[in-house]
């Protein structure tokens, strides 16, 4: 009787432990799916990426993909606005579940996220003053100082060329403190600053250089079980954007190409 009542209790420890388990092993699709909406994390302040219109609705590139996601998902996006540096962060802390918000796909950021497929491709632009001459390729940066946002590529691919970095919050404050001498240049995606020259067509900005190689922009999930089938899915919707025509004409629409 002992061994059997022994058995039972061994039985229901195993069952227990096994349920413990499973639970542990978090699934974000399902949980996303379970709340019905998307936590996706942008600046808010990099347009045509993620910005505020005149209305003061944010708008942009990242957040019709990112409707168009939760849409493939079957749930609602939420926004949720960040200074650059302190997105990944968060995503790290589990507070938001994916960025959306122009991020380059590098072989740092790959050893601890997951990307998604690139759902847009760039170049670097090297932005000077329209009366700089001395600034006519990546290579004269060499002793020149240059101003990028904390933590971006920009920034790093500067240092690589031999610049002294100033870091700062906003595209726009870049372009400040090299208008005012304060910086002798700035490196950011070629679809923003030709965006900027749209709106500010009397900039006093020119792109002295662009890079040959394209940037892969994606979207970085944290890594681990937990993120697959959420991956998967959004690969999935990725691939249909592109095949439905859908992502080409968002593209058009805020970079006037594809």
């Not at 944010?58 to 997105?87: P, Q, T």
């Not at 700062?168 to 030709?194: K, M, P, W």
């Not at 020259?197 to 792109?207: G, L, R």
Request: overall charge negative; charged content about 30%.
């Amino acid at each position: 009787m002992k061994k059997i009542l022994l058995s039972a209790l061994t039985l229901a420890l195993i069952f227990a432990l096994g349920s413990c388990s499973k639970k542990a092993e978090s699934d974000l699709l399902a949980e996303i799916k379970a709340k019905g909406k998307i936590t996706i994390a942008m600046e808010g302040a990099w347009a045509p990426w993620t910005y505020h219109d005149e209305k003061n609705e944010l708008v942009g590139y990242d957040v019709e993909v990112g409707k168009k996601i939760a849409e493939k998902l079957g749930v609602e996006a939420e926004f949720v606005e960040v200074d650059w540096d302190g997105i990944f962060a968060g995503i790290d802390a589990k507070r938001y579940d994916i960025r959306c918000n122009g991020v380059e796909i590098t072989e740092e950021r790959s050893k601890k996220y997951d990307f998604s497929e690139p759902y847009a491709y760039t170049h670097t632009a090297l932005i000077v003053k329209k009366d700089n001459d001395s600034i006519k390729s990546f290579e004269d940066l060499v002793g020149k100082k240059t101003t990028n946002s904390i933590g971006s590529t920009y920034a790093e691919l500067a240092e690589s060329f031999g610049a002294t970095v100033v870091t700062i919050d906003s595209f726009e404050e870049t372009l400040q403190l090299v208008e005012h001498g304060r910086a002798d240049a700035t490196l950011n995606d070629n679809a923003t600053f030709y965006y900027y020259q749209k709106v500010q067509p009397a900039n006093p900005f020119k792109v002295a250089s662009l890079t040959q190689d394209s940037s892969k922009v994606a979207i970085p999930l944290r890594k681990g079980k937990e993120t697959q089938a959420l991956k998967k899915a959004i690969d999935k919707a990725i691939e249909e954007l592109k095949a439905s025509g859908e992502l080409a004409e968002i593209s058009i629409k805020y970079f006037g190409a594809d």
